[in-house]
């Protein structure tokens, strides 16, 4: 089958070349799906897992990209829920050839249907930052309808599904962005818009949740904005951005108004919550933080249910 390809780890984005390979096997609790579009984040060639198996040996020449859309064509021994001929879409693993290819192999359970109306393209736009939204969100931010929701940078990748997402579930979206933004932002839905270039963030006032996709100074800013009892996410890497790392300090109370929920898979993003009022006040000689670092899972990017994931890091 044709591929892309990579194999020359210091190439960057100039290794990457049109090649054959042998046709995927389909492993047990596998699909192999023949790939109709595909999606490829370029920093993928930074990861580890790019040029590694699970069991650490060299796997190049390695086929990335995850996100993916296509059709079953054949079925590994064992596997359930899926049958040949569907249209399906998600993610194919970290560690094995991904979805630049003509044909890929991966485990069905990291595949949901595709409904017929719904365009391949579209689906393979979906569904790793749709799960880094929904996880960020829902996992961690536990947004519920009436709540207010911060999501900084709407017009991006994230930031936008989050926006509609936040809709969907009832919350009231407080959207930032560039002033070029603002009519994206209404577009998806955004109740309030706030042109980070012209307005004073600080003018969102208090809201329930932060969906922060920016770092820095506008994250740090960000959290004097969370009432008592919310929470706060951020997508930035703590290893790149000491804001990230702050995040918890960050806050204005940080005493821990319920047991931590152990999170059950890793996701994407920090999320550190608030106490609530009299009580945080009252124990603050005892602050504790709930928080946590994760990755992006891999599973049903319908449901993100029941996603494989790293072990999730307490911090600090
Ligand atoms: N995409 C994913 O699937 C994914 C998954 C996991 C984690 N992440 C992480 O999430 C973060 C966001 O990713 P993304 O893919 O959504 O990026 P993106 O598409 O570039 O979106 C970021 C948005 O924020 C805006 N923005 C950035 N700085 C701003 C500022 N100072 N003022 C106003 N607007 C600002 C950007 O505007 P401009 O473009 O005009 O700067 C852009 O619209 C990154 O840290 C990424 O590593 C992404």
């Known amino acids: 089958m044709k591929a892309i390809a990579v194999s020359d780890r210091e190439a960057g984005v100039a290794g990457l070349s049109f090649t054959d390979l042998p046709h995927p096997e389909a492993a047990s609790n596998d699909v192999v799906v023949r790939v109709h579009a595909a999606s490829f984040i370029f920093n993928e060639l930074e990861w580890p897992d790019t040029w590694t198996d699970r069991a650490g040996r060299d796997r190049t020449p390695s086929v990335p990209g995850h996100d993916l859309s296509g059709v079953v064509v054949e079925l590994g021994y064992g596997t359930t ?13 970290w560690a094995r050839n991904g979805s ?7 485990e069905a359970r990291n595949l949901a249907p595709l409904p017929i109306d719904i365009d391949h393209t579209v689906a393979a736009a979906l569904p790793i930052s749709g ?6 969100l829902f996992d961690h931010g536990h947004l519920t309808a009436g709540q207010t929701v911060l999501i900084h940078g709407v017009a991006g ?32 839905g955004v109740h ?23 770092g820095g100074d506008i994250l740090a800013r960000s959290a004097a904005l969370v009432r008592a009892g919310g929470t706060l996410v951020t997508h930035r890497r ?3 951005d000491p804001a990230a790392r702050r995040a918890g300090t960050l806050l204005p109370c940080r005493t821990r108004s319920r047991p931590a929920r152990r999170p059950r ?9 608030t106490g609530g009022g009299r009580r945080a006040a009252t124990r603050r000689s005892r602050r504790r933080i709930r928080s946590r670092q994760t ?14 994931g790293r072990r999730p890091k307490q911090w600090p």
């Open 192 to 214: 309030t818009f706030l042109d980070l270039d012209t307005e004073k963030l600080e003018d969102a006032g208090e809201v329930d949740v932060v969906f922060d996709v920016i």
């Open 238 to 240: 703590a290893a790149e």
């Open 100 to 106: 630049l290819a003509e044909y890929t192999a991966v």
């Open 131 to 136: 799960l880094t939204a929904w996880q960020g």
């Open 81 to 93: 829920g899926l049958s040949v001929g569907q249209r399906v879409f998600g993610l194919a693993d």
């Open 265 to 273: 898979r890793a996701s994407t993003g920090w999320a550190a919550q």
């Open 295 to 308: 990755h992006p899972r891999q599973d049903d990017p319908a449901r993100s249910r029941r996603l494989t």
């Open 157 to 188: 990748a994230v930031g936008s599904i989050a926006v509609q997402l936040a809709r969907e579930v009832g919350a009231r979206v407080i959207g930032t962005g560039r002033t070029a933004d603002r009519d994206r932002a209404a577009a998806l």
